[in-house]
T-cell receptor
Framework: ETGVTQTPRHLVMGMTNKKSLKCEQHLGHNAMYWYKQSAKKPLELMFV???????ENNSVPSRFSPECPNSSHLFLHLHTLQPEDSALYLC?????????????FGPGTRLLVL | AQSVTQLDSQVPVFEEAPVELRCNYSSSVSVYLFWYVQYPNQGLQLLLK??????LVKGINGFEAEFNKSQTSFHLRKPSVHISDTAEYFCAVTLNTGGFKTIFGAGTRLFVKA
């Protein structure tokens, strides 16, 4: 495996379900990111982890709970979501948490909340 | 307030024709500028970035962009497009505020016709 991988690629869940999205990067990077991509809206940064520590939380509702057990893995735990949370969730990583760094994106998990 | 505006939501163009995708930004602090491409069912991939120095930046797949500070623009160009360039293109601006914040434009869908 190379680059940034995400599983599952597609997920359908009810509003009362609990599920988790997984991201893994094989690039030796130190920073990892979760983004939400909704139809017709710009990409929204949700969380940033640098060396496993959360450095950014952009006012994300508590029904989204991130976890970063090590620099290679990032999870997004989902519970009691709303239909408006349906979107493509993208994970990215960069060598360091620095403004000039290129972010490398995974293919995303397309989430549908019913 | 900082913002990124991609002036065209869709750009249809014939194969081998030139194309320009427009991006304007608003910021009161120094910025770094990026263009990403997203092919169907994939994550974002960096095309090019401007950090400093020459205002004309060359990227992958024959794309280039020019940073114009006075017009706060970073338009993407390619002299001759291919069918395979059909994708969504995102302009992004990272604001160097001590910490940093990346803002993405809403995207421009480039559709190359035979």
């Amino acid at each position: 495996e190379t680059g940034v991988t995400q599983t599952p690629r597609h997920l359908v869940m009810g509003m009362t379900n609990k599920k988790s999205l997984k991201c893994e990067q094989h690039l030796g990077h130190n920073a990892m990111y979760w983004y939400k991509q909704s139809a017709k809206k710009p990409l929204e940064l949700m969380f940033v982890y640098n060396f496993k520590e959360q450095t950014e939380n952009n006012s994300v509702p508590s029904r989204f709970s991130p976890e970063c057990p090590n620099s290679s893995h990032l999870f997004l735990h989902l519970h009691t979501l709303q239909p408006e949370d349906s979107a493509l969730y993208l994970c990215a990583s960069s060598q360091d948490y620095s403004p000039e760094e290129t972010q490398y994106f995974g293919p995303g998990t397309r989430l549908l909340v019913l | 307030a900082q913002s990124v505006t991609q002036l065209d939501s869709q750009v249809p163009v014939f194969e081998e024709a030139p194309v320009e995708l427009r991006c304007n930004y608003s910021s009161s602090v120094s910025v770094y500028l990026f263009w990403y491409v997203q092919y169907p069912n994939q994550g974002l991939q960096l095309l090019l970035k401007y950090l400093s120095g020459s205002t004309l930046v060359k990227g992958i797949n024959g794309f280039e962009a020019e940073f114009n500070k006075s017009q706060t623009s970073f338009h993407l160009r390619k002299p001759s497009v291919h069918i395979s360039d059909t994708a969504e293109y995102f302009c992004a601006v990272t604001l160097n505020t001590g910490g940093f914040k990346t803002i993405f434009g809403a995207g421009t869908r480039l559709f190359v016709k035979a």
